[in-house]
């Protein structure tokens, strides 16, 4: 088959996927831009598997379609709640392809080495465009393919690590191996002469440690990040997974790969840059790892968590005309969307006015609430952003913290040594009355104790969010 | 000096400028106070009381203007009031300086100095010194009384064994301190109170008072109160229109109509036309605060309580404060004792005229053989202007045209500062890679610029939606795989089958997981 064939439908395909992530900007354009990507998916596949991947095309037909078959259940199963995790644990499937890949392409580059002039001719596919490379050719070749694999690497563990985070199989807290950066900074260091050593032997060995020393700096950058902050890191492992399909492409000379490799990689970037501006986070201190120490104690706080009964909430929501419902990963653990949505339908029905505030870091995904909220029905017009809510609070009847904890605590106003300072949070306190619906009295993800529980206008409402809101339900009809 | 108070010569005024307790205040200023025999019997100040208070009585009008050195009275000066001023002595009264050309030039002419109560401007350390307002305030609140005189039914609704009795509805016309006043009585009485105003910035002090704010379906930018010292100004004759309908709908519902509508320096605006009057059910009542100037309704005879055909009562009394004599003196006599206080600074009982003085001033009609009136605009404002809520919006077009150009060329200096960098580093590379890596490098960096510029636009509530897409999208890696699989030795082949697996778990998961997602979001 023709290459000319094969790089007409990969200008198609990387028009389809820019189309695709474009499409994004609203809600309903979005639904048509996923098919893009799905054409733009499948027509580089199918001009690869009759082209350039031609060679033992059944497996890889069968082979794709096993894969799709598990990812298609996989998908389907999913709770939206378990998102997060899925889209973790996925990025690590690609980074190890990535890996993978990089292998191939290094002993391919051996296999052709090793041969002479004559056999180079006879070659097809991969190793004829391996086989016509020039000395200094081959040496970027090596750079590109080491980057490659290092990157990818980094994304394996560091996913993994970030699924194990976000499924709550690894401990949230922000922890780091004694040595901390150092290590981080030795790791790297140590890839950095393996690169050279590999540059300049072109041996499996240095490639080998290089690899190593990727998993190790994944593994343990995303171990000395807190849970607070994986939104981030989700979108950044994201972004990663992308720059190391870039990198493959590079040195496998694929046009197409290095197109989505880069539309993936910056896309991830301006995503994660994005949320820390949301956090008053510094974009690198977040992806070195680590929330940065605070100077002096944390503020203390007066004043005792106060609790109330669904019935005096039913009370207040009966008297109250406008309400702001601010959920966190609180309602996500505990299913409770349904149960939000019933009674932000039944409280509008009753002429009150009803809205939902959404922190930019709500959650362990970005935009993670609109989504759940979005499943439970709840319309997406009165889904407000902080920006556009957190002026009314003073006018608000009544605010009710369902799952959320860092986004709503006033320390970070107020206490300029908490480790949360100067990230912009939703108001709640202003309104009149806080209700917060709540576990129990632990703190949230970020390990921090929240002000606001102690506030004279702020009532706890303990129990599980669910089950809270189902007993509230039977009092609001 | 000697600060004396005749007795009111115009026909009906029970007021007195002096009363014995600002009789007491004025001598602790320095003052010698004298009073002519019998000028506060109508107010319920008798003579004695006022010996007692230290003040002088004197017996006649003549021998007071000529002993005082400062006359304080309340209404505006007659002729041969006038006559007996000279240049060493001021006088301070209401004046009516805007119609009372004669009485200046008289004023003038004798080089007399004239204070006319009326002129003291409408700023905060005036207050106390504001006659208008604390009259305004006694006739709202007697025009309510007045009304309720003459009104057959309670102003409460009751029910009671003898039946139901509905409560009256109170229409107040005009939100300024007579309204006000008679809004806060009407509703303390009991009664149902609406209220309008032209200027919309006083409905929350209407509502404040427990009046239901009346407010017409009309858009026009109405002059903020503020700018005509806190007056109302005229209004334009759609508004005009789009208010009278108001009222006429009103009409037939309401029992009492008070107007309070003035405008400093005019004749009075009408505002309840005579088919309102028609309209309304017999035994009604319309008091006319406004009947001096004109009246609000033409029908008001000033002076005078009348009945029309069809039984509303109208009164058009133009005595309203004098009708309480007693507080209305006490009050008078209060803004002119600090009135006094301002023009005594040393409180040694001699008058500084400090033309320097916003407040002095303004009130002052003549000085010193020339006529002063009227006053430049005080130096202060008399109401602080509302904040400017979309300030933004106010720049002139060529303003906002700078600002943009500005702000153009600032974006086309990053931008180019950013190019120029780029390109130089393209460049570099350029310099030493070779021609096929260079290729495969333009269409990276192109890529990477796509995607900056797209991202930007996507939604926030779509981010996990963008990063499931990206993240199916990144399986992209597939292509390397399948490339692969084909050639080369078996480890080749395990590995390159094993990605293509687990891309292809990525591809169909990644997708779907997208569309479920999206399949959820709808709007209300």
């Keep these: ?477 | 000096m000697k600060i004396g108070t005749p007795k009111e010569v115009f026909d009906g005024e029970n007021r007195v400028a002096m009363t014995p307790d600002s009789a007491k205040q004025l001598q602790k200023l320095g003052y010698e106070c004298a009073i002519e025999s019998g000028a506060g019997v109508k107010a319920g100040f008798a003579d004695a009381d006022y010996e007692a208070a230290g003040v002088e009585i004197v017996k006649t009008a003549a021998a007071l203007w000529k002993e005082a050195d400062v006359i304080a009275k309340v209404r505006q000066p007659n002729e041969t009031e006038l006559k007996r001023l000279n240049k060493n002595k001021t006088l301070i009264s209401f004046f009516n300086p805007g119609g009372n050309e004669e009485g200046l030039e008289l004023a003038k002419s004798k080089g007399a100095n004239v204070i006319a109560m009326e002129m003291v401007p409408r700023i905060s350390r005036a207050q106390k010194m504001d006659a208008l307002s604390s009259m305004a305030n006694i006739a709202g609140y007697r025009a309510v009384i007045e009304a309720g005189n003459n009104f057959g039914r309670f102003f409460t609704g009751q029910i009671t064994a003898a039946g139901k009795v509905p409560p009256a509805k109170v229409l107040v016309v005009g939100a300024g301190v007579a309204g006000l006043a008679a809004i806060g009585t009407s509703t303390s009485l009991g009664a149902i109170t609406l209220a309008f105003d032209v200027r919309p910035e006083v409905a929350e002090q209407v509502e404040s008072m427990g009046a239901e704010f009346v407010y017409l379906d009309f858009e026009e930018d109405t002059a903020d109160g503020s700018s005509t010292g806190g007056y109302a100004s005229v209004q334009s004759d759609e508004f005009r229109e789009a208010q009278l309908a108001k009222f006429r709908e009103l009409a037939p519902d309401v029992d009492i109509v008070i107007t309070t509508a003035l405008i400093p320096n005019r004749e009075a605006p009408e505002l309840w036309t005579k088919d309102m009057v028609d309209a309304m059910k017999p035994g009604s009542v319309i008091v006319d605060l406004a009947a001096e100037k004109g009246g609000n309704c033409k029908l008001t005879v000033p002076d005078e309580k009348i009945v029309t055909d069809n039984g509303v009562t109208i009164i058009g009394y133009t005595d309203f404060p004098s009708r309480m004599a007693a507080q209305a003196s006490t009050l008078y006599a209060t803004n002119i004792r600090h009135m006094m206080t301002d023009l005594t600074p040393e409180k040694d009982g001699q008058i500084v005229h400090d033309m320097e003085d916003d407040v002095i001033r303004g009130a002052t009609v003549t000085h010193q053989g020339e006529i002063t009136f009227p006053p430049p605009p005080p130096k202060v404002q008399a109401i602080a202007a509302q904040p400017k809520k979309e300030a933004p919006k106010e720049l002139t077009p060529e303003e906002k045209r700078a600002a943009e150009t500005a702000a153009f060329k600032a974006q086309t200096k990053q931008q180019v500062t950013l190019l120029a960098v780029g390109a130089a580093l393209l460049l570099g590379v350029g310099l030493v890679a070779p021609a096929s890596f260079m290729q495969h490098f333009i269409v990276f960096v192109l890529a990477v610029f796509v995607g900056f510029q797209v991202i930007w636009g996507v939604s926030h509530s779509l981010h996990t939606p963008l990063m499931a897409v990206t993240n199916a999208i990144s399986s992209i890696i597939i292509l390397g795989a399948l490339m692969q699989i084909g050639s080369g030795s078996f480890l080749v082949i395990l590995l390159a089958a094993l990605s293509v697996f687990m891309a292809g778990i990525n591809i169909f998961g990644g997708f779907l997981v997208t569309r479920r997602m999206l399949a959820m979001f709808q709007k209300s």
């Design chain 1, 1 to 477: 088959m023709e290459f000319g064939f094969t790089t007409a439908a990969y200008v198609v395909a990387a028009v389809l996927f820019i189309l695709s992530l474009g499409g994004l900007s609203g809600q309903e354009s979005a639904k048509r831009a996923v098919w893009y990507g799905i054409v733009g998916m499948g027509l580089a596949v199918f001009a690869t598997l009759i082209g350039p991947g031609s060679g033992l095309w059944l497996l890889s037909v069968v082979l794709i379609a096993a894969g799709g078959t598990i990812g298609y259940y996989v998908a389907q199963k999913v709770q939206m709640t378990e998102m997060p995790q899925l889209v973790a644990a996925m990025h690590s499937l690609v980074g190890l392809a990535a890996v993978f890949v990089g292998y191939n392409a290094h002993f391919e580059l051996g296999n052709v080495m090793a041969m002479d002039q004559a056999a180079r001719e006879g070659l097809e596919g991969f190793a004829a465009l391996l086989a016509h490379k020039s000395s200094v050719e081959v040496n970027i070749l090596k750079v590109e393919l080491a980057l490659g694999v290092w990157i990818g690497a980094v994304t394996f563990t560091g996913s993994v690590i970030a699924y194990g985070k976000l499924a709550g199989k690894v401990s949230s807290a922000a922890t780091k191996l004694p040595g901390g950066h150092a290590l981080n900074a030795g790791a790297a260091i140590i890839s950095l002469l393996c690169l050279i050593w590999y540059f300049s032997s072109g041996g499996f060995l240095p490639l080998l440690i290089l690899t190593l020393m990727a998993l190790f700096i994944g593994y343990h950058l995303i171990m000395g990040i807190g849970g607070a902050d994986m939104p981030v890191v989700v979108s950044m492992l994201n972004s990663y997974s992308g720059w190391a399909a870039a990198a493959i492409g590079f040195s496998l000379g694929n046009d197409l790969l290095i197109v989505v490799g880069a539309l993936v990689g910056s896309s991830g970037a301006i995503l994660s840059y994005i949320m820390c501006k949301a956090m008053n986070r510094s974009f690198i201190s977040v992806i070195l790892g680590g929330f940065g120490g605070t100077a002096g104690p944390a503020m203390e706080v007066e004043g005792e968590q106060v609790a109330i009964d669904a019935e005096g909430v039913a009370q207040a929501l009966d008297e109250a005309d406008s309400i702001i419902i601010i959920p966190g990963y609180g309602m996500a653990v505990a299913q409770a969307q349904q149960s939000v949505s019933e009674l932000t339908k039944r409280l509008r029905a009753q002429g009150k006015e009803v809205r939902f505030a959404i922190h930019p870091v709500a959650g362990r995904l970005p935009g993670h609430m609109n989504v759940l909220l979005a499943e439970a029905k709840v319309p997406y017009d009165i889904v407000m952003e902080m920006d556009e809510i957190n002026d009314d609070f003073p006018e608000t009847d009544v605010a009710i913290v369902i799952g959320s904890n860092d986004i709503v605590n006033p320390a970070a106003q107020e206490d300029p040594n908490s480790p949360i300072a100067g990230m912009p949070v939703l108001e709640c306190w202003k309104a009149k009355q806080v209700f917060v619906s709540k576990r129990g009295q632990g703190t949230g993800y970020s390990g921090i104790e929240n002000p606001l529980f102690f506030k004279e206008n702020t009532r706890m409402f303990y129990g599980d969010a669910k089950q809270s809101l189902d007993t509230l339900l039977t009092l609001i009809k």
